[in-house]
Antibody, heavy 116, light 106 residues
């Protein structure tokens, strides 16, 4: 069955880089777009960006040049990297599969705290 | 950016009561989507393309609307419906979510 699981560092220092991995099973990354959404106390649910089935990406300009999404199809993994972290980036980060009609499967989320 | 404004922010309903949540978009969108989120869990797709129920969603839920005005209705509140509901648009980037409506049981 379809599963998504995010893994990440938990605690990141301000100004440092966040790296999160989304490991998927039950489907191919070459057939679906993969979305990243975060949930923060300050802004609620916030769309970050996606990687298309063909590998190209699109980002929310809110994150300017801080954000990068990539993947390794051989490992069934999608990666989120965001640099110059601030305390406001504290929150839960989700990967989600874009299905035919909606974001149909979501990972459990990974809590990230930005603090020194 | 299309801003989605949900109301109310919080509400409580008794079992059997009808519940309506509204979502207004700052610009016209093709469809509205709704997600349910319970505490500590990830969002679940609930209503898609304005009025269609996602897999497994009971038919006491419904959605309607067009353009900039959308609504989400529970015909008869049940205890298991207590959750936070978010509207969502992905007609144009950046995709956006409403701030959520926390629905509690009285």
């Amino acid at each position: 069955q379809v599963q998504l699981k995010e893994t990440g560092p938990g605690l990141v220092q301000p100004t440092q880089t966040l790296s999160i991995t989304c490991t998927v099973s039950g489907f191919s990354l070459t057939s679906y777009y993969m979305q990243w959404v975060r949930q923060t106390p300050g802004k609620g649910l916030e769309w970050m960006g996606f990687i298309r089935s063909g590998g190209s990406t699109e980002y929310n300009s809110e994150f300017k040049s801080r954000l990068s999404i990539s993947r390794d199809t051989s490992k069934n993994q999608v990666f989120l990297k965001m640099n110059s972290l601030k305390t406001e980036d504290t929150g839960v980060y989700y990967c989600a599969r874009e299905g035919r009609r909606y974001f149909d499967y979501w990972g459990q989320g990974v809590m990230v705290t930005v603090s020194s | 950016e299309i801003v989605l404004t949900q109301s109310p922010t919080t509400m409580a309903a008794s079992p059997g009561e009808k519940v309506t949540i509204t979502c207004r978009a700052s610009s016209s969108v093709s469809y509205m989507y709704w997600y349910q989120q319970k505490s500590g869990a990830s969002p679940k797709p609930w209503i898609y393309e304005t009025s269609k129920l996602a897999s497994g969603v009971p038919d006491r839920f419904s959605g309607s609307g067009s353009g900039t005005s959308y609504s989400f209705t529970i015909s008869s509140m049940e205890t298991e419906d207590a959750a936070t509901y978010y509207c969502h648009q992905w007609s144009s980037t950046p995709f956006t979510f409403g701030s959520g409506t926390k629905l509690e049981i009285k």
